[in-house]
């Protein structure tokens, strides 16, 4: 008999199949069992009735624990009122293996920390699986996306010689007594070499940030996904940032469906940025706003996540803030000509209150320009020497951006908090399990 994954139920309707899975949950009677049945693609109801079984088969289901590991024999019955179309109807059950204590997981109104605790097995049910899914399709997004586009992926390394964006939530590592390095805030520095090798590369891997603060919006460790394109201007880097993020919305609402219907995500919410034209505010601008909302802000301020929050509700999809202050942001950034008191940047906004998802800019390129930010900086300049190199030899205007890739699935999946959409957080108050 063939052994079916939930998932592909549906084609078989009216066969007899077997399943391998776990029991989630089971409800009883003295004439009825029904047992909630997952095997990691899906979840399915199966039905057992005790004068269509042997009564020893029967006798044997309705006493399952909850997460017993099983293996069933049933008949596919198209179900219209099961999210999976189907029910089975069981003819056999068979135990694999019985929990050696009870399953901690039973209620429903568990708290957030203890099922943060319970993290390796919290996995298993319903709701993280709906949003790993949805994770799982836009990491695979991101990687078609680039690769329709000609980019090459090009991994950054994650010990670095030294910080790339500021020093105060730096990770330092010691090496055996004798030397330090910083865990990697950003492999942007290393993509820029590969976009000068490679013409359009992007890197896609965990980075590092000792944020001592406890918001919603922050890992210690979380990914991101940093392209880096030669000849690039700062218009053109915002148009792909745009293209990327409606690109990423569109692949999770054409195929995941059901995960949102399971997180019950309005998606009315999600179709604006699908369609792109994204609003480009200036920073002045953005400023302005927020003074009309009550928010008086002077004029280089860095904006904060309340100040974000009511830009991004402003607005139905997310919104570029450009052109900020040069002495906000990063040493590397390129200067306008016209008015060196700004850079070509931009942070893309997400609606809904979840904060910055991307930050990019077009970059330094010119030799003496990016050694005079350096030494303003106080950066190390022996330690940048291979950087400057870049500018050398062979210099072009080239951008590039980041995308947090937890901000950006907390967002699209409704999800409040970033410790759910990554399978085990890092925070200044979790590092369990
Ligand atoms: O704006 P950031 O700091 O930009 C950079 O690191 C640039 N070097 C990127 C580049 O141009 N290649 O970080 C990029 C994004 C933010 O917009 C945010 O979405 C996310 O990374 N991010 C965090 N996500 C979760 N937890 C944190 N502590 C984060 N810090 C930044
Ligand atoms: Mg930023």
Same mark, same amino acid.
């Given at each position: 008999m063939q052994n079916v994954s939930i998932s592909k139920l549906n084609k078989h309707i009216d066969q007899e199949v077997s399943i391998s899975g776990w029991l989630t949950r089971i409800r009883s009677s003295g004439k009825i069992a029904f047992l909630q049945i997952r095997d990691g693609s899906g979840f399915v109801q199966g039905v057992i009735v005790k004068n269509e079984v042997p009564e020893e088969v029967f006798a044997k289901a309705r006493h399952i624990a909850q997460e017993s590991s099983i293996k069933v024999v049933g008949v596919v019955r198209k179900d219209e009122r099961s999210p999976s179309g189907v029910e089975l109807g069981l003819k056999n059950v068979e135990i694999i293996s019985k929990p050696v204590s009870e399953y901690p997981i039973t209620k429903r109104d568990h708290g957030t920390d203890f099922l943060m605790e319970n993290r390796h097995i919290y996995l298993r049910h319903q709701r993280p699986w709906a949003i790993m899914r949805i994770r799982d399709e836009m990491i695979r997004a991101v990687h078609d996306f680039f690769h329709e586009r000609d980019f090459i992926r090009f991994d950054a390394p994650f010990f670095m010689p030294t910080a790339v964006e500021g020093t105060s939530n730096l990770f330092e590592i010691d090496l055996f007594g004798e030397d330090s390095a910083y865990l990697s805030q950003s492999g942007q520095l290393y993509a820029e070499a590969g976009a000068l090798a490679f013409a359009k590369v992007y890197t896609f891997g965990p980075t590092f940030r000792a944020e001592k603060s406890k918001t &919603? &919006?922050? #890992? #210690?460790e979380f990914w991101m996904v940093e392209p880096e394109v030669a000849f690039l201007e700062h218009l053109g880097n915002m148009q792909l940032q745009e293209d990327f993020m409606a690109y990423l919305v569109k692949r999770v609402l054409n195929n995941r469906q059901r995960e949102l219907d399971i997180l019950e995500r309005d998606v009315a919410l999600l179709e604006p940025t699908a369609a792109g034209k994204f609003t480009r505010l200036s920073y002045d601008d953005a400023l302005k706003l927020l003074a009309k909302k009550g928010e008086d802000l002077p004029w280089g301020e860095d904006f904060g996540a309340p100040h974000e929050t009511i830009i991004g509700n402003s607005f139905d999809r997310p919104v570029f803030i450009e052109s900020w202050p040069t002495k906000t942001k990063a040493f590397y950034m390129q200067p306008y000509d016209d008015d060196p008191t700004r850079v070509k940047c931009d942070d893309l906004i997400g609606p809904e209150g979840y904060g910055e998802l991307i930050g990019g800019s077009e970059r330094i390129h010119d030799y003496d320009l990016l050694k005079e930010r350096i030494k303003e900086h106080n950066l190390p300049s022996e330690a940048f020497d291979w950087y400057i190199d870049l500018r050398k030899f062979g210099t072009v205007p080239h951008s590039g951006f980041g995308l947090g890739l937890e901000r950006s699935i907390a967002w699209i999946t409704g999800v409040s908090h970033l410790r759910e959409v990554i399978p085990f957080p890092r925070m200044l108050t979790r590092m369990y399990p």
């Open positions: &919603r &919006r922050h #890992l #210690l």
